[in-house]
């Protein structure tokens, strides 16, 4: 269990339906010259692998009953890296707008209590 910080609480308190707080952010990579090319799935299995060393892409925001003190994070016991990671298709070139414009569920309040999507994988 670790406790929010009293800013990460205070962005959670100032959240409202039509004002998200969450930050969400663009990564563009390049894989032309990655050994073996490109693959959603060795994205995935990557990430699959590496996840029981980054403790914080398991867990979910608990809110205590009433609000009584601060929101915590506990290790969600039935994570599941399909639920945080989505592939997405992109026209052809791949870039351009539509690369940098929102999904939906990430223009959606923070999941409480529950797990924060993790990323959308583009190709």
Not at 32 to 54: A, C, N, W
Request: with cysteine; glycine share 12%; hydrophobic share 35%.
């Amino acid at each position: 269990m670790e406790r929010l910080g009293g800013l990460d609480a205070t962005f959670l308190y100032f959240e409202t339906p039509s004002m998200h707080m969450h930050v969400c952010g663009l990564l563009v990579l390049d894989t032309s010259e990655t050994k073996g090319g490109y693959s959603f799935d060795r994205i995935r299995q990557m990430l699959v692998e590496r996840h029981p060393l980054m403790p914080a892409m398991s867990r979910k925001l608990v809110v205590p009953p009433l609000n009584f003190g601060r929101p915590y994070w506990v290790k969600d016991p039935e994570f599941d890296i399909d639920y945080h990671l989505k592939r997405i298709g992109l026209p052809a070139p791949g870039g351009g707008p539509r690369a940098g414009r929102p999904r939906r569920r990430h223009c959606q309040p923070t999941a409480r209590p529950g797990p924060s999507p993790l990323g959308d994988v583009g190709d």
